[in-house]
């Protein structure tokens, strides 16, 4: 059976999941080197606390450090990812390809987990990662269940998005946060920009969309709850549940619906359609934005987007029948402090609700007039109530007959949390008991966990004949399965008992709390013992000491023993004749898509492929043959990095693999990487110490529209008008647009394929920064003209040629183009 894999905030959540019945329970440790920085995470205490209640229940605990790191922050994480491990975490959930080899170096026994925000979604990179020595890889989100059984062959461990919000992009190639205010997907500070209302425009800035479509990038929230059989047949090992962010009642009502539905799915026997529908009433009852299982089965239309919404749904439960607006009252406000009281006047109404669906005591509704949406309002249950009924609710203000009415928060839940969120013991783990009492022998019980992880046995006094009253087997067991505060659980008792004995039952407690006592010990026991055998985490000097010694043991070159090349102006292009266009300009390197490439145009010679950030089973046709022996070859996912260097290609590694310290160099370069094109997260500081530490040539995009977002959903079915035959899709030759709330257009576009791609709002102009980049060493400054016509095409690369023959010859290149920002040379991201 799949590993039930749940979220955890902090220690309330937490407490909420190992009640629920985890298996095994993720979180983050302190607040600076995970994705979730904004979660109430956990100190050093709490989390030692929150590690040993969760392995006496028999549940593992993983630690998030799935965020891009940089170099001067590698011997921090290290110290941290050491730490945890003493204190009791199981796994380690990491993105960054550099942090990743440098915890396989200093502590081998430490079992590493690859994050999702890796961005692997096929056989070739989950087998990549396998030679990694990883413990598991996370799957992207997007994946069905047919290509789970292809990866699950390559013998890894594959952990499967279960429940919870949907990012609209592939996770760890989405810079639309940071592009748009600095907070970092890939740092743990995504301001969620997906969720906002945008219109589709066209080339004259007017609207398309369909009505109510104002949030086209909106997904709903997964939910595989009713596809666990075939999860389980994929070769799943682990549902995670996101929820990092969302509150203990949640975590609880989530893990309880799936623990019920695994356990069923277990047990075998027949479909119980009651207790299904429970489950899915349950899940409806904490905060949803509705479900889909759309991707699980190989589908990205429009049945998986909530346009309409990007708040909590909740379930529907009735319609409001009529409202009364009571008689104003004056109520007194102010005059605590000695300053002047004022009335003010409190209105208030009864609302008639007509139920569709039973609700509790205490429910949150939501009443939404149909007519006007914005004008909703929030009520409380006053009681519970059974489908059919009406109740009557006190509400702020009167609101229309026909208003919809769901629950959004249950009571319920909240009250289930609540008990469990202080407990020592939130879940008790089940043990075997055996019970020895022989004349003349000592009493002993031993107590072993049910998985059989553990045993325990502790002896007591001496069995003697009973003086007054013998005790009976039936005796034995409630006085030895009174275990008390204990964290465990009596399942089974067996007995072995002369007739005729007797006892003390106080002596008999003893014994049996010390049994108690000796069982937590062994089940602690192993992580007790960690701090025997572990390396201390090594500090910065130390960390570049081994970079240099893997560099000559695998006979890399050392960053100051080889030969840089001479700058040159590089090109991004969409079609053969800008290509031209940049070669005429300048350009020494033109790339293209394989897309491109493949449309049936006349290139001009010397091309480079320029590869998907996405290479998924269904991919491998279009994109692996632009591999070639000793061949340049731009690569977007570790899937494509395998290939290359299988093939003996000459792999450029693309932004949308962050490279974003040393150690990430190092690895990449070990893996096969003959050159880098550094992330336009970066400041020009890290860009220059990259290139200055880097053994092959760096590149960096120079200007250009830096891409923010690729997603499996067409952004142009917002405009309710998909023909489902992306090749003869007008739609998708105009030049359209995404308008934010604030004006601004982010261009859009989606490939012959049906995936989107959206571009960033303002365009990039580096080259003002020529002069610093040459200087630091990076050789490969790009004009991406992906959005460009070949005479905008020309333009760009030429002033990239321009800029480069300033700083060759010591002047300062031209200022930046009007309109065009630096993106984040001199701001950083969070």
Same mark, same amino acid.
């Given at each position: ?357 039973? =609700?509790?005591?205490? +429910? !949150?509704? &939501? ?6 949406? #914005?004008? /909703?309002?929030? %009520?409380?249950? *006053? ?87 013998? =005790?009976?087997?039936? +005796? !034995?067991? &409630? ?6 505060? #204990?964290? /465990?659980?009596? %399942?089974?008792? *067996? ?336």
């Amino acid at each position: 059976m799949p590993e039930l894999l749940a979220p955890a905030g902090g220690p309330e959540a937490f407490n909420a999941a190992l009640a629920a019945g985890a298996d095994a329970i993720y979180c983050g440790l302190g607040n600076s080197f995970n994705a979730r920085r904004g979660a109430h995470n956990f100190t050093d205490e709490t989390f030692g606390e929150a590690c040993r209640r969760a392995h006496l229940a028999g549940a593992r605990v993983y630690v998030t450090v799935n965020i891009a790191v940089a170099t001067r922050e590698i011997p921090q994480v290290l110290e941290l990812i050491r730490r945890a491990w003493l204190l009791g975490a199981d796994a380690f959930i990491i993105q960054d390809w550099g942090l990743l080899a440098e915890v396989r170096r200093s502590w081998p026994q430490i079992e590493c987990h690859v994050s999702t925000q890796a961005n692997v979604h096929d056989a070739r990179g989950t087998a990549w990662c396998r030679e990694l020595g990883v413990g598991r890889v996370t799957l992207s989100r997007e994946l069905s269940l047919d290509e789970m059984r292809t990866i699950a062959k390559e013998g890894v461990e594959l952990e499967a998005f279960g429940h919870g919000a949907l990012c609209f992009c592939y996770s760890g190639v989405c810079m639309m946060s940071s592009l748009a205010g600095g907070r970092s997907a890939n740092r743990g500070l995504c301001a969620q920009p997906c969720r906002l209302p945008y219109d589709l425009v066209d080339e004259e800035g007017h609207a398309i969309e369909a009505p109510g479509r104002t949030r086209p990038l909106c997904p709903k929230d997964y939910c595989v709850v009713d596809d666990l059989p075939q999860l389980r047949d994929a070769g799943v090992a682990s549902l995670k549940v996101e929820g990092r962010m969302k509150s203990p009642d949640y975590v609880y009502a989530v893990i309880s619906a799936y623990r019920s539905a695994l356990d069923a799915l277990g047990a075998g026997g027949e479909k119980d359609s009651r207790a299904d529908a429970a489950r899915h009433r349950t899940l409806r009852r904490v905060f949803n934005r509705d479900f889909t299982d759309a991707y699980l089965w190989g589908r990205s239309g429009d049945e998986m987007m909530s346009y309409e919404r990007s708040n909590n749904r909740g379930e529907l439960v009735g319609e409001v029948v009529s409202s009364r607006k009571l008689e104003d009252t004056l109520v007194r406000r102010g005059g605590s402090d000695g300053g002047r009281e004022r009335m003010r006047r409190l209105t208030r109404a009864d609302v008639e609700i007509r139920l569709d669906q039973p =609700v509790g005591e205490g +429910d !949150l509704l &939501e009443l939404r007039p149909l007519d006007d949406p #914005s004008q /909703f309002l929030t %009520v409380r249950a *006053e009681r519970a109530a059974v489908a059919g009924e009406t109740i009557t609710c006190r509400a702020s203000r009167p609101i229309p007959a026909g208003a919809v009415v769901r629950v959004i928060r249950s009571q319920a839940a909240m009250d289930a949390a609540a008990r469990v969120s202080g407990l020592d013991v939130p879940r008790r783990r089940p043990v075997t008991v055996s019970v020895r009492a022989r004349l003349g022998e000592p009493f002993s019980v031993t107590l072993a966990c049910a998985d059989g992880s553990a045993v325990a046995t502790t002896e007591g006094f001496v069995m003697e004949p009973a003086r007054t009253k013998a =005790v009976t087997r039936e +005796d !034995l067991i &409630e006085h030895v399965g009174r275990m008390g505060q #204990s964290p /465990f659980e009596p %399942v089974s008792f *067996e007995v072995q008992m002369d007739e005729g004995a007797g006892m003390g039952f106080s002596a008999v407690h003893k014994v049996r709390a010390q049994a108690c006592e000796a069982l937590e010990q062994q089940i602690l026991a192993p992580y007790d013992a960690r701090a025997e055998r572990l390396a201390v985490a090594p500090s910065a000097r130390g960390v570049a000491g081994r970079l240099a010694e893997v560099r000559e043991k695998d006979g890399l070159a050392a960053p100051d023993a080889w030969t840089r090349p001479a700058p040159e102006a590089c090109a991004l292009v969409a079609s053969a004749e800008a290509a031209r266009s940049a070669f005429d300009a300048g350009a020494t390197r033109v790339y293209a898509t394989a897309d491109a490439l493949a449309d049936g145009a006349a290139w001009p010679e010397g091309v480079i492929p320029w590869l998907d950030e996405v290479c998924r089973e269904g991919d491998h046709a279009r994109l692996d043959p632009w591999v070639g022996a000793g061949q340049p070859v731009g690569v977007g996912n570790v899937s494509e990095l395998a290939l290359a260097a299988s093939r003996g290609a000459l792999a450029e590694i693309r932004t949308c693999i962050p490279v974003h310290n040393e150690s990430c160099l190092v690895a990449l370069e070990e893996a096969g990487a003959a050159g880098f094109w550094l992330s336009p997260e970066l400041t020009l500081e890290e860009v220059c110490a990259l290139a200055g530490a880097a053994s092959v040539p760096v590149g960096l995009v120079v200007s250009g529209r830096a891409r923010a977002m690729t997603s499996e959903h067409c952004v142009l079915q917002a405009a309710g008008r998909c023909i489902h035959d992306c090749p003869n899709c007008e739609l998708r030759r105009r030049r359209l647009s995404l308008r934010d709330i604030d004006g601004n257009l982010l261009p859009v576009r989606t490939d012959v394929h049906g995936r989107s791609r959206i571009w960033a709002a303002h365009p990039l102009d580096a080259t003002p920064q020529a002069d610093a980049l040459v200087a630091a060493g990076v050789t490969r400054l790009m004009a991406d003209a992906t959005l460009l016509s070949p005479e905008e095409c020309a333009f760009a690369v030429e002033r990239v040629v321009r800029a480069l023959a300033a700083a060759a010859a010591g002047k300062r290149p031209a200022p930046r183009v009007q309109g065009a920002t630096s993106g984040h040379l001199f701001t950083g991201i969070g």
